[in-house]
Every structure is written in C-alpha cells, then in structure tokens.
C-alpha cells in the first residue's frame, strides 16, 4: 500500500526491470495514536492558546519486520512535550522499536489557515536544514537529522475533528538516480560474509549508542571480518580496503523498492561523500533480528550534481504524503465517538473556559475553581441555578443541602429537575439535583445531603433534640469543609444558623434572596473575630487565613455586614400562618436565573481576588472605566429592580449588634456551642437581650416617647410585653 | 360502621332493649370523590384566591338501599359551581339516586385557619338556621331545608394534601326522644296497607316534584287508601282522619336504629307540629324500590319542650363527623399519587403563576400568555434559558429552530442538554431541546425545527438553492405563524433574514446578544409598512394589528430601531477564518441566563402592554418610582454590564437606511422575495446599495477627507473598492 515518486515527477511503471532503471522510493506513511490529539488538544488549551509558533515533535519508527507490512512513522502521547508532563526524556531518546524522528508541527488556529499555509515553502525550508546539516557535517555526526518530517494540523476542539498533513522532505537530486534491479541481500552476502553481515547489524542495532541512528557503513575487510560503522568513518574505512555498503533502517517492506530514507541517504553521499556509485542495503528484519532473505540491495548510480556550496543553488525538495485516498491532500480525524463520553465531556466543558483564558481573561484560575468546594444551602430556583453556574465557571465540588423532595411545581423553576424526578412522591431533592448535575457534567463531584437547617424560632421538642444536634454537626462539618457556601433557602431565618457557622469558620458566604420583582445578592464580611481553631482543614484559602487576622479585617475597611446587620429583629418563625402564596416563593420567573447568576459571579470574583474574603467593597464606576480586577467589580451588595430594569451597588457594613455576624453572637457560639442553638431556637427574645437589640430598642421607644407624646408608644416596640 | 350518639351525650349500651330507650341515631357518613378536590382547588387558584367566605356546596345521598351499607353523603365535582364550569343546573335538583343536601364549605388558606375555626359557632349558626327554617315554616314547605351539612377544608395545592372534617348539624332536644324497640315495616304494614305504603313510596320516589324531598309523610285513610303527602299537609291529613305516619329517606342500614336525618324531624314534629308521639318509618329501598323489609317503624317519644320562640332560648346542636379512626379530628387526603402525573405537572407549573394574581399581579394575562406563540431562533446558551423561562410564565407553545447537534460541550452552558444528548454524534439540537422541554413540563407543546437560517454573505451555489428555497419558506412560514420571536442566534449575520421577516410581518420580535461580559436585549420597532397580507392568520395580535397602522406607529412615537438600526455596514460573513474561541460564544457563564431572563421579561411585557408591539419605549425612572404599567418598565433596549454589575435601558430610533428593517428593505422583500434573499446573499454590496448607505459612506468619507488630509481616507470606508 505505499505510494512511489521518481526523483523525476510523474510515476511511471514500477514493474522489474533488468536493466538500469530510475530508482523509485516507497514513501514514508504516518500512524497518529489518539494519545497524540488528546495531549495536543490540552497543549492548544491550556499553554499554545492562540500561539501558532511551531511545536518541535518526535516521532517513532523502527525497520520493516514483516515481510508485508511497511513500517511507519507513528506520532504517540509523548510525541509532544506539553511543558507540564512528565515525559520521560528517555522516552525521547527513543529504543530500537522506537527510532526517534524529528519534526515541526505548525498548528494553525483556524481551518482557514491550515489550508492557506504555503506547505511547498514549509516544506523546502526543512530540507534547507537537510542540505545544511549534510554540508556542515552534522549529519556525518549523527544520522538522525537525515530523517525529519513536518506536520501541519488544525485542532478544532469544538467537534473534536483534527485535520492533519505529513510531509517527510526530501531533497531531489536534479538528476535522479539509478540502479540495476535489487539482489535479495542474501544472495550478495553468503556464508561467513553473510554470517558476519548479521552480526554486525544486530549489534549496531542492540547496542544504546547505536540502535537508533537509521544510517550506518558496513565494511568488510579485506580478511572479511565485517563491522557496522557509523556514517563518519567513511573516509577511514575507505583508506583500509575491502567493501563498504551504506545500510539504512528501511521502513519499506517491498522487495523491489527502498524506502524514503534513501533519498536523503543518496543527497548526503552525493555531496558529502562526492561519489557517484555507491552499494546501499536496505536494512529490514524479522522478528528483532536482520533478515537477510528481507533485505535488499542496490548498486546505486548517483548523476553528477551542480555546486551545491553555492547557497543560491538550492535543491528542490519533495514529500508531502498523500491522504487515504492516494490524492494530494490533508487527512483528518473525528475523535467524539471514539473517546469515552465521560472523557470527553469532561474536556468539553473545560472548553469554553480555556478559551476565555486565550484572549479575554487570561489571570482566570481555573485550577483554583476546579479546587473550590461550594456548598450551596437550598436546591430550589436559586440552588438549581448557581449550581448551573458553578459548573460552567469549573467548578467541580457542589454540595447541596435540602430537606424537601422534589414537587410537581418545581421543574418549571427549578432548573435541574425534571418531571420524573417529581413521581411517587419526589425524589430527594437535595439527592436529585447531584444526581442531575453529573447528568449534565459527569465530571463534578456532587452530593446532596438531606438534613433540615435549625431555624430561630422554630422551637424544638425534647425527644426533636437528638435529630438536631446530628443536622447542627453535619451542617457544622458541611460548612468547614467546603470553601463557598452560598444561602439560598426560602426562609429569613433558615439563613440565621449558616451565617454565624460561616462567620465562625471564617468562609466566603454568598446570600441570594428574591422578592417578588426585586432581589438582593451579597456577600457576607468576614469573621469579626477570628480564631486558629475554627479554620477549616480542608479551606483552600488557608495561607491567607493564616495572615494576621487584623491585618486582613483592615483591608476591608469597615468590616462588610451580613443579610442580618440591617435588621433590628432576630430572625422568627415566619412560615407559621402562611397562605399558599407567602408558602411558594411567588417571584417573577426571570428574577431567580438573574440572582443566581449573580451570586456565582460574585464568588467567582472574590476567590479571584487577591484579597478573597477580605477584599473591599468596590463602589459603582462608570462601564466605560477599566477595574482593578479583571473579573471586574468586586461589590458588597447587588440590589435588583426588575420592574424597573435596574440594578444598584450598595455597601452595608456589618452592625456590632447584628443577631448573627457579631463579635457576641460568634463567640456566645464558640462558648456554649449547642446550648447557644437551643436557646436560639427555644427562646424567643435571647438572640436581642444578648446582643443588646432590646435595649437600643427601649431606648429608641423612650426617644420616640418624648418625641411624640401622643403616640401609643407601646405600638412601636414588638417586644414590649 | 356507624358511630351513634345519642341525645345525652356519652353513648351508653346499643343494645335491644324491649322497653322504651332513648333514640340513638346512625350518624351521616361523607364521602368526597376526587373531582370534588379538583374543583376546589381550581376555583381556589382562579376564583377564590385569598378570599375565605363560605361556598354553597351541595352533597348528594339516597335512601339506604343495601342491608349492609349505609349511604354516604357524596361530594362530586359538579358540588361546586365554580362559576367557569358549565355545570348543568339540572345537576344540582338531583335525582331519585342524588338527594341533593345542601352545604357550606369553609375553606381556610393556612392550615392554621383550619384548626383555629371555632367549629363550635359554625355548627350552632347552621342549627339555628334549621331552626328558623322549621319555626318560619319553610322547612314545611320544603322539606330539603332539615338536612344541611357544614364543611371546613384547606387545600394545601403545592403537595396536593387536602385537610377537612363535615358537620352535619342537628337540633338537640333538650331531653331526648325515646322509643320501644323499631318493628320491621312489613310487620307493621300487612296486606293491602302494606301494599298501598309501598306504592305510595315508590310513587314519591320516581316523580320529579317530590323525588328529591327526603321528608314526608305516609296518610292511611280510614277507607286504607295510603297516599304519601309532604310535610305541609300534617293538618290536613290529620283533620281527615286515619293513620299519619312521618317517613325519612333513611341513610342508615342498621335493623335497630334510625340514621341521623331523623333527629330534625323530630325536632320539627316537637317545634312545628307540637306533637310529643309520632310513628316514624326510616324509608330504606332494594333494587331501587321501597323494601318493607329494611324500613323499620317506631313509635317515638317527644319529650315537652322549652318555649322555643324566645329567640334566646335556642336549642344546642351537636354533628362533628368523626373521622376514620373514630376520633374527633378532620380527615385528610393527599391525591398526589393518585392523580395521572402528567395532569399534576400541569397544574403544578400553573400553581406560581396563579398564585401571583392573587395579591402581587392580578392583571397577569394567563390565557393570553398561554395561547402565545413563541418561536426560538437558536437552542443554545440563549434558547435553553428563554424556553425555560417562557414555561415558567405560563407560555405553552415554543418552537426552537437550530441547525446544529448536540456537541460535548454545550450541556454545562445550554440548560436544556445532558450528556446523553451528545451521545453517538449528538441529537439535533431543536429536537432535543424541546423534547426535553416536554421532560420538564408535558403540558408544553413544544416543537423543533431543523433549518439552516440563510445568511448575507455566505453566498449560495446553484445547486444549494432548492434547500434555500424549502428552509426560506419554512422560516417565514414558521415566523407568520408565531406571535413572538425571539433572535437568539450566534452570529450578527443569522439575525439578518429574522430581522426583515419579522418586520414584515409586523411580530414581536426580541433580540438578545453577548459579548464576553456584556450583554444587550432589545425589542424591534414594529413594521415601518404595515401591510394588510401580512398579517399572520394565527395571531393573536390580530386585533390590534387591524388597527390604522399609522395609528399604531404614532403611539410608539420614533419607531424603535432593530439590532442591525446601529450599523452602517450591512451583515456579512462573520464565521469565516476564526479562532476556536471566536467560534464558541466565549462569554462569562452568567451572562447567558441573565439575558435570557431579561429577554422574557421584556416578551411578557409586549405582551401585557395595551399597545403591544407599539407600546413607546419607556426611560428609566427612580427605582421607588410606581410603574404606568403593572408589570413594570417596558424598554427599547437593556444593555449590561457584568464586570461593573450595572444595565443600562436605552432607547435607539428606527434607522431610514438600515439594512434590515427599513421601509427599503422590507418593501423589496415583498416585491422581489426570494430573488431579493439570493441577492443580499450572493452579493456583498447590494444591501448597502439598496438601502443608500454607500452613497452616505461614501459622503462621510469626503467629509472625514476635508477634515483629515493626511490620513488614508479609504481605510475608514470597508466598501471603496
């Protein structure tokens, strides 16, 4: 199946011939392992990006041993050194099986540019190389720079398709060569000479210095002792008598025909050797071993050639391989249905954010997202929706905490559910919506727990205590192994607990929360008074907790308030009592995706801040000014109008008597633990006596009593008795 | 299974007892079919809402008719009128086999309401009105009015779990009746008497004036003629002379103790007729006629009475069903898992929706939005997130056009997808889209086109044009059938052709687009020339398009601009010699949701504005401004910013030369059709031509060559040649 060129364009016929004939070469053909278009297509996302400089590229052959099978070249996973591997060099340095070729891939970024690169130019530059090498003498030194290819390829990561060009140059001699048909090499070399043949190739091709230079001499003494010898002892072994034949690694199984190696072989003796005649032996084996029925031999004729020292005098080059259809043309490959699914869908959503990194956000850290662990409180609208987000920004960890099942009107919010998940009574939803995730992205690592979040005035029995103190500690343990918790639950008080947990474990805490037409994102401050004990083992932001607490507190400025610090209230039981549309969160269809991805965007922004948890508030610029940040704004608050179309950033900076994120509450917690839970829930007025909320309210009603002294003063303090 | 009770309170034995016993009566039993629960909880949703007064219900029974079973009293669907229903009121006088009994359902919205009723007083009010009913006279009359029932529920329609307990209320008797053990009817009635009751019952039973009176009273002359006569007539009879005997549709089966109808019949006979013995025979049938075997007589004993007309003298009233396990409480059921999943779905997604109208947004136009047609064009990023958001206000028909499969990378971004879809090749994407639409909500007809959109400047061979032609037609057939069209594709170019069909046939058309952090969505202006063939037959705008256009127009004041109003270049080619991340929409993951959302929004309220497609744009006003409109502000254009976290509104007027919604254009579109679509894609310059931008490039050029001498003036003009 190999294709012919004579040195003189136009095939003509390749039957035997007895007589002096033009020597025609099977051409060299190439074998891609998948290996190599999967560790090219993470060279091209994750370190060429737009870069179309070439790529240096190894590729492997070894000597016909099949006495119908061609050899090829074959490019494999370490062909390509992406930088960040571990390639072994030896792999490099190649084996007896695995000859090392060298070559230049140019990988073009569009189609368009892989069709309109000037392959002939490409082509004759590296055989300049070739000529250069044979005249300065390198290729004397080593062999292998006779043997070079040149690959043009374009990746295109969407569809997984790879078009891909060979080209192993040549350099044509002006007239081509000749020879007698060739002798079956053991016929030329019986007996001891034959013996001696054998066992010089063997060893040349046994030993590490040798086995993988595809050029060598055999010479036989005039005593008939025979030795391999490399390309560089010509003139030596001259001087001593006997024969010499050059012997090359010929990946061409044919009997009649040398491969494509001879060609340079020839250009090389031709200008550095200056002979006109030379006996060549196409080197093949069978079974590990020289073969000698398989190898050929040819009495080569080489024409007289021009001066070749005078660099305008350049020879022509040839050798772009043809495609499976024997034409001239590229090959390409579709590698979506052969890779595993899983594989390649995992690869797929990397895509688009490798791509953002190419042009438009190249500080995005995806290692640090992949590394991220969020755990997101609440699996309904909002929970459906960051959780969307999270995944498209690669993110891979996603814990969801729900109680409920999933309900017959939830699918058409909740946008990781579907009718199935609703039947017999409703899956988990907490269970559902990781099941669902790894549905879409089989790559994250998702988990639902299904544990009810203790609520503040949602008091509990004594035989309830047992259950409540497992939900505490799991939610406890939840909340310091994950690095972003986001509050997305329907409830003012189910975020109560979550956020003096966040505040106590010192974590990025996100809180989304929807009206009917207007919502409201924020992130929480950080600790007011952080400790050594509560940082989370796992916490990817460990190095800059560790940081001197108050230096952190003080880059924020004021330290950003809490979904509670504008409240003078403890958080109550509000779902006590509740028609069915204060029970369902009737809000607007379209406020819950914008929320959500809100929410994500802000996290996303402050695990990229330097200054992550800590980072200030930035104030609203006008949209033509550039950011510090190249994610850009880095707010406190994100206020949300829809009936309006309006969107404002508020800074709200955290109140020292705040029911929640307040120097007493966090270390009222650390101090009595659970105790401090139970009295939270069970009491209704402890969290305000506490943090001196009753108070500052009896004094604003004392205020309000001179002020106006015919108001029913009582009215306006829900806590008079 | 009945419960008894007897007048005094705590049961004692039940027993036969030979000599006089107080009455103990076999209580009603309700039953309530699952259409009952269906119509309740749609005149909730759509009727009711928050409101909470009592509602006529009625309940049907019949006379026992089974020596083992009681009859129940029946709640059907047609119990409730909810005021859409068609119900025949032919329905409500009943038959033979539906005694109608009339009812009051208190409906409660919380579950706290519904433990917190005073049943007490509801039981006593429904007492006395039997009580005025048998003292004024009308109980005589028509005797229905002695059996009466109560019902508190609360529908609880997010898990489809209905609580609700029945009262039959009966009067009293401050002593209770007392009766020798009952004899069986045929005992009593022998011969010819028994003969003539039973002709006379079955005669009352099968004419329509006195089928449905549960009272009445059997008169045996002295001659032994039996005629059956209603309660009105017990002065007349007894003037006459012979037997009286008071006869009740009995529910109950049991050998030895009347059912509870009988207890206001005795209240009446004591109260009305003043009687203190009365022969009462329990009416029970078999096969549908009167079985002497099952009615059973007794001779009851009425002890005196209190003055009962002092009106401050009104008798107790006890009726409280118990429930199945024979406990003072309500019942509940829960029909989630009954119900065919399919239907539930559907009144599930419905339930948000509904639940707004009731205190939020009560004009929220749910038929309108639900026979609105919206066409999508492009399921990707964009398409996924409009169609869920389209559900989620209540749209029910989308058709999604895309030309595309389901690639690997398309489901962590495109929320429609799952891995499965890009399986063996990928779905075609319009397919899959709303095949999984249908997972989310079956109640949506959804369906998917797979066309290309022809594109300016990606021009046609001669070969291709018979599939241009059948994907031209099928666009524009798809755009006149639709009401609202949303442009959602990935390239500038694929909006052009959507651009110019949308304005000719004068469609809602919104448009929404991402840049890598920013986003814009906007609503075309209406058809610059509107004409009368090409007004779709099918849309529900007919009515307001059918208006003077030039009416129309003047409302919006400038005609709003499309996408394309902006530019003075026309489309071209966009696509060709990309990068890989200019190929995939590489923009921030929360970019796509928000536009989408805000693009729904912006579609619903087209769609609720009186002015629809003319409604004027709307500037921006303090966000604690009220809105003209109730769903809020109605914009040209919305354009954001996701690293400032900031949206803009903004207002851009129709453009005389724009390539895509001008008078020009769309006039030569209807002229010329198809041969006008092969131009603008085969020719570069031909829209600009047409539309006179090239003149006006051409003259701005001369101008900037005024003003600029030294630079390249034809480097700003792409079109000089």
Redesign the interface.
């Known amino acids: 199946m190999s294709s012919f060129k004579g040195n003189d364009g136009p095939e003509t016929s390749s039957g035997r011939d007895e007589g002096e004939a033009t020597l025609k070469f099977a051409t060299w053909q190439s074998a891609v392992d998948e290996g190599f278009w999967h560790r090219l297509a993470s060279l091209?996302l994750d370190t060429l990006q737009?870069a179309e400089h070439p790529i240096p590229v190894t590729g492997f052959f070894a000597p016909c041993s099949h006495p119908q099978v061609s050899s090829h070249v074959q490019l494999l996973l370490e062909s390509l050194d992406n930088g960040q591997s571990r390639n072994n060099p030896a792999d490099l340095l190649g084996n007896r099986n695995r000859v090392p070729i060298s070559g230049m891939l140019y990988n073009t970024?569009?189609l368009?540019?892989f069709y309109s690169l000037d392959k002939q130019l490409l082509l004759k530059n590296t055989a300049q190389q070739i000529w250069h090498d044979i005249q300065s003498g390198r290729a004397a030194e080593d062999s292998r720079l006779l043997n070079r290819f040149l690959m043009i390829s374009h990746?295109?990561?969407?569809?997984?398709n790879f078009f891909y060009w060979f080209a192993f140059p040549a350099i044509k001699l002006p007239i081509p060569a000749t020879s007698a048909p060739p002798k079956i090499a053991s016929e030329v070399f019986d007996g001891n000479e034959g013996a001696g043949v054998l066992s010089a190739c063997n060893h040349w091709r046994s030993v590490t210095p040798t086995m993988t230079h595809p050029f060598f001499l055999l010479h036989i003494s005039v005593s008939g002792l025979v030795q391999a010898k490399p390309l560089s002892e010509w003139e030596s072994v001259k001087l001593e008598g006997g024969k010499v034949i050059a012997a090359f690694y010929d990946p061409c199984h044919l009997p009649n025909n040398p491969g494509w190696p001879l060609r340079n072989l020839l250009a090389f003796a031709a200008i550095y050797w200056h002979v006109h005649t030379l006996q060549v032996i196409c080197y093949r084996e069978r079974r590990g071993q020289a073969d000698l029925k398989q190898c050929i031999v040819f009495d080569v004729i080489i024409p007289q050639l021009p001066d070749w020292s005078d660099m305008s005098n350049v020879p022509e080059a040839i050798g772009w391989e043809l495609n499976a259809f024997r034409k001239v043309g590229p090959r390409s490959v579709n590698l979506?249905?052969s890779m595993d699914?899983?594989k390649?869908?995992s690869?797929?959503?990397d895509?688009?954010l490798k791509?953002?990194r190419?042009?438009?956000?190249p500080s995005l850290d995806l290692p640090l997202l992949a590394a991220s662990k969020c755990l997101l409180l609440g699996a309904g609208t909002l929970g459906c929706?960051v959780a969307?987000?999270l995944?498209?920004?690669g993110v891979r960890h996603i814990t969801f905490v729900d109680y409920g099942r999933v309900?017959?009107?939830?699918?058409?919010?909740q946008?990781l559910?579907?009718?199935?998940d609703?039947?017999?009574?409703g899956k988990p939803k907490a269970e559902a919506a990781a099941e669902?995730l790894k549905?879409?992205?089989?790559g994250v690592h998702a988990t639902g727990v299904k544990i009810g979040i203790p609520m503040p005035g949602h008091s509990v029995g004594k035989n309830e205590i047992p259950k409540l103190l497992e939900d505490l500690n799991q939610l406890k343990d939840l909340v310091h192994d994950h690095d972003v918790v986001f509050l997305l639950t329907d409830t003012r008080e189910s975020r109560w607990l979550p956020t003096v947990l966040c505040a106590d474990a010192n974590k990025i805490a996100i809180n989304a929360a929807l009206g009917?037409?207007s919502y409201l994102v924020l992130r929480h401050g950080a600790c007011p008074c952080p400790s050594n004990k509560t940082v989370g083992a796992n916490s990817i932001r460990d190095e800059k907790e560790s940081k001197e607490p108050d230096q952190n507190l003080k880059k924020q400025g004021l330290r950003l308030g809490c979904y509670f610090c504008n409240d003078v209230v403890a958080p109550v039981d509000s779902t006590?009592?509740?028609?069915?549309?204060q029970?369902?969160?009737?809000t607007?269809?379209?406020?819950a995706?914008?929320a959500?991805?809100?929410a994500?965007?802000l996290a996303i922004g402050i695990l990229h801040h330097p200054d992550g948890l800590y980072a200030p508030a930035d104030q609203?610029?006008?949209?033509t000014?550039t950011?510090d940040q190249p994610?850009?704004?880095l707010?406190h608050q994100?206020r949300?109008?829809?009936?309006?179309?309006?969107?404002?950033?508020v800074v709200g900076h955290a109140f020292n008597k705040c029911t929640a994120c307040s120097a007493t509450v966090v270390q009222e917690y650390r101090l009595q633990g659970v105790d401090f839970i139970l009295k939270v829930l069970n009491e209704p007025n402890y969290l305000e006596d506490l943090t001196g909320l009753t108070e500052m309210l009896l004094a604003t009603q004392s205020i309000s009593l001179d002020w106006d002294e015919n108001s029913e003063g009582t009215d306006s303090n829900p806590q008079s008795p």
């Not at 990746?155 to 997984?160: M, N, R, V």
């Not at 006590?576 to 549309?581: E, I, K, P, Q, T």
């Open positions: 091209k737009l970024n569009t368009e540019g990746a295109d990561l969407k569809s997984w979506s249905s699914p899983y390649l869908a690869a797929a959503a895509l688009n791509l953002m190419w042009r438009l956000l929706q969307r987000g995944i498209a920004w309900s017959m009107s939830n699918p058409v919010r946008s559910y579907t009718l199935d609703c039947l017999n009574g669902n549905k879409i992205f089989p009917f037409d006590a009592n509740r028609s069915l549309d029970q369902c969160t009737v607007r269809p379209g406020l995706p914008i959500a991805a809100l994500v965007e609203d610029i006008p949209v000014a950011t994610l850009g704004l707010p994100i949300g109008f829809l009936a309006h179309f309006a969107q404002l950033m």
